[in-house]
């Protein structure tokens, strides 16, 4: 089954590091375009980057300089890397794929993928 799996979340004091991973598993045919997003308490979920397979990156504008998206292809993995952490970057961080594979069926799968999410609290 294709699935997505976040890990490195946690409590970090404000000016802090923490590097996120987001592992791909399953059938997989093709890993395209990855991305982090993230939901704050009482907020929508938004857009933090994404990757595409030729490494070719985007940020918001409230992560650019502090933030860095990267991929292992080899690996299937994605990670982010955040550091100088404020107390705003607190939110449930989720990682997304655009994935082309097979399911437990067999079956032919294609679409947008997401993890089940990972806590980044900062604290001030």
Known sequence: QVQLVESGGGL?????????????????????????YRQA???????????????????????????TISRDNAKKTM?????????EDTAVYYCNADIVGYNYND????????GQGTQVTVSS
């Open 12 to 36: 970090v004091q404000a000016g802090g590091s923490l590097r996120l991973s987001c592992a791909a598993s399953g059938r997989l045919i093709q890993l395209n375009t990855m991305g982090w």
């Open 41 to 67: 308490p009482g907020k929508g979920r938004e857009l933090v980057a994404t990757i595409t397979r030729d490494d070719i990156s985007n940020y918001a504008n409230s992560v650019k300089g502090r933030f």
């Open 79 to 87: 990670y982010l890397t955040m550091n100088t952490l404020n107390p």
């Open 107 to 114: 079956e032919y799968v294609a679409g947008i993928y997401w």
